[in-house]
């Protein structure tokens, strides 16, 4: 006998997403039958109910969603040859969602045991569903790519994003001396983070850098933002030694402000992972960084306050795609 289950569809592009009760997934080897908590909802969700986002691989009709926290279920319900999980454990990650997959936005998902990992202690499930995009787009960047170490001056471009609160928390816990930039009424929040607010809509590229490093330029600049963002970072980085990172470089831009100082720049893309099925257990393992952290008090992030329950998907998509959230928006399929 099949079990239902109910979950939020995408059935065709810029139509309102359908909540409708579709078949329980089964899970196979190497795989979790997780109950969802709580599932993130990042632009990147917007972008594919709206046709867009051509790169995640997400052919309509498609259950939605990246990010969740939940619980293992029974252990009738665990799939064979899984290490390390066993039924009743809170657990989050980023399984599906693209790439043909089922999204996290139902009651239960079927996940690859190599994409999650144990929920922080002390974070609650809507944080911690919050939270494996961001930080794997975070450390995959300041960690894989640029090796963040103790004493280099760091930029975040977007300090008060999903991924520029999270780098900001990751360079301090490496031992950064952490800058950031936002807009006027963002500056608090980034400060509150621990990190040197910049109002980059007051003071120039020349202006920040000169006033911050010298003029030497930031050992390490982090663009969350991309477009004309990724062209600043290439101005505002360290000669020789500096290291440019940007998770929203897909435009086209001047490498010739990067060449003259003869610094490096690195593309960050967090999906591959999951459309190629390579590396999946490194993303196990970030999470598990993201969980000592945050159990160590190092890392948090920022909620919006509030509440969306299933039927609310299509208002919580239109506060992402509008940007009206304080903080990640969530939806809760089982409330706190």
Not at 125 to 150: C, K, Q, Y
Not at 273 to 282: D, I, N, S, V
């Amino acid at each position: 006998m099949k079990h239902s289950m109910l979950a939020a569809i995408a059935e065709s592009a810029q139509s309102p997403l359908a909540i409708r009760h579709i078949d329980r997934p089964v899970p196979g080897k190497g795989q979790v039958l997780v109950k969802v908590h709580a599932a993130g909802v990042n632009p990147l969700d917007t972008k594919i109910a709206a046709g867009a986002g051509a790169h995640a691989r997400q052919t309509l009709p498609a259950v939605l969603g990246l990010d969740l926290a939940g619980t293992v279920v029974e252990v009738v319900e665990v799939g064979e040859a899984v290490d390390g999980f066993t039924p009743g454990q809170e657990v989050f990650g980023m399984p599906g969602g693209i790439g043909g997959a089922q999204g996290t936005m139902a009651e239960y998902i079927a996940v690859d045991a190599r994409l999650i990992a144990v929920k922080p202690q002390t974070l609650s499930m809507r944080e911690a569903a919050a939270l494996p995009l961001v930080f794997i787009t975070a450390w995959e960047g300041l960690v894989d790519r640029a090796n963040i170490r103790s004493g280099q001056r760091v930029l975040i471009h977007g300090g008060a994003g999903g991924v520029g609160q999270v780098a900001v928390q990751l360079a301090k816990a490496r031992g950064a001396d952490v800058y950031a930039t936002g807009s006027a009424g963002s500056l608090d929040f980034i400060r509150s983070l621990g990190a040197t607010a910049i109002d980059y809509q007051a003071q120039s590229v020349e202006n920040y850098v000169e006033h911050y490093t010298a003029g030497e330029g930031f050992d390490i600049v982090y663009d969350t933002v991309g477009g004309s963002t990724l062209d600043a970072s290439f101005k505002a980085v360290k000669a020789y030694t500096g290291h440019v990172l940007s998770c929203l470089g897909w435009g086209q831009h001047s490498l010739a402000p990067l060449s003259f100082k003869s610094a490096t720049y690195s593309g960050v893309f967090t999906l591959a992972p999951l459309l190629t099925g390579k590396g999946r257990e490194h993303h196990g393992a970030i999470l598990r960084e993201a969980a000592a952290l945050a159990n160590a008090g190092q890392l948090t992030i920022r909620v919006d306050q509030q509440h969306f329950a299933p039927q609310d998907v299509n208002e919580a998509f239109r506060q992402v795609a509008e940007g009206r959230g304080k903080g990640k928006t969530v939806i809760e399929f089982v409330a706190a």
